[in-house]
């Protein structure tokens, strides 16, 4: 499987001769101990972005800084390892008059991708990575869950009874459409690949219509993971302190549920799976880079 570490910003370090004039014009790469000015900074140093737009900024959003105030329109051109993935709308930017930073816009092809390398020059080179996700709100390595040591991914191989393939950050990724999925799924088993220090998560959209359904790890296609649903207000990723956790879990969004997930109508959650132990001090299952798990999907009338 890919898996999709964080690309940290870069700096080209090659030895040249100063410039000769101003660093608004200048495009020298940066002296190999320190910067020049212009250009000073390009980040954040992994942003993502939607798949199929047009003229987007990324959700950091992605930005170039100057080293002072630009005293003119400043253009920073900003370039593409792989434009036919991510594009850079307009070859760069142009930061206004009196301002030192400004976002950069960019296009994305259709289909999920590793991380893109975009190099930003102005006086100084520097590198940041753009990745198309799911739906634009996913970041590979995020570490803003609630388990020590865990960070997000993104996307993964997986396994359902119709043949699907590989999951991004949406339920209806695996289960084909939103929550609670295709109905003859109900009895099936699935399996969610995730890394040995990482967690997936699964947006869930309730709409309008009570469902329920159960799901129970099956070691016949996999290794037992610990799953959670938590709230929208808590986020992606949180397991310890979302509305429940577990290895078994009963999720339903029908009134007087007895589910341990609870779940209200119209509403927006999140599934987590990962391979954590239940227990403190969390230490991961899997003893390889990654692990698939195991699971079988019924449907849940209580």
């Known amino acids: 499987m890919r898996n999709f570490a964080a690309i940290t910003a870069m700096a080209c370090l090659i030895c040249c001769w100063p410039a000769r004039h101003g660093w608004g014009q200048t495009t020298d790469p940066v002296f190999a101990n320190s910067f020049e000015s212009g250009l000073i900074a390009f980040g954040p140093a992994l942003s993502g972005v939607a798949p199929g737009t047009v003229d987007a900024t990324t959700d950091g959003p992605l930005q170039v800084t100057l080293s002072q105030a630009a005293a003119a329109p400043t253009f920073v051109t900003v370039t593409s390892t792989q434009p036919s993935v991510i594009s850079v ?30 190099w930003a020059k102005l006086g100084n080179t520097v590198g940041a990575a753009v990745q198309i996700v799911g739906d634009g709100s996913c970041i590979e390595g995020d570490s803003s869950g609630d388990v020590p040591g865990y960070t997000r991914q993104c996307s993964g191989q997986a396994t359902d009874y119709k043949g699907v393939t590989s999951w991004d950050n949406t339920y209806a990724s695996l289960f084909e459409a939103d929550w609670p999925g295709v109905a003859n799924q109900s009895g099936h088993a ?18 309008s219509t009570q469902a329920g359904i159960s799901i129970h790890p099956n070691n016949t296609f996999g290794d037992t993971g610990l799953a959670s649903v938590s709230t929208e207000a808590q986020g992606p990723g949180v397991f310890l302190g979302a509305i429940c956790h577990g290895s078994d879990l009963s999720i339903s969004s029908k009134a007087s549920t007895a589910a341990l997930c609870k779940l209200q109508l119209h509403s927006t959650y999140y599934l987590n799976v990962s391979m954590a ?19 079988t999907l019924n449907q849940y009338d209580n």
């Not at 307009?90 to 590793?114: E, L």
Request: aromatic letters at 8%; a negative charge; proline letters at 6%.
């Open 277 to 295: 132990s239940v227990f403190p001090p969390y230490e991961t299952t899997c003893g390889t880079d990654a692990c698939t798990t195991g699971w």
């Open 190 to 207: 699935f399996t969610i690949t995730v890394n040995a220090t990482q967690y997936g998560s699964f947006k869930i959209l309730t709409g």
């Open 89 to 118: 709308s307009g070859g760069g930017v142009t930061v206004p008059t009196g301002q030192t930073s400004a976002a950069i816009q960019v296009g994305s092809a259709t289909v999920g991708s590793a991380p893109v390398t975009l």
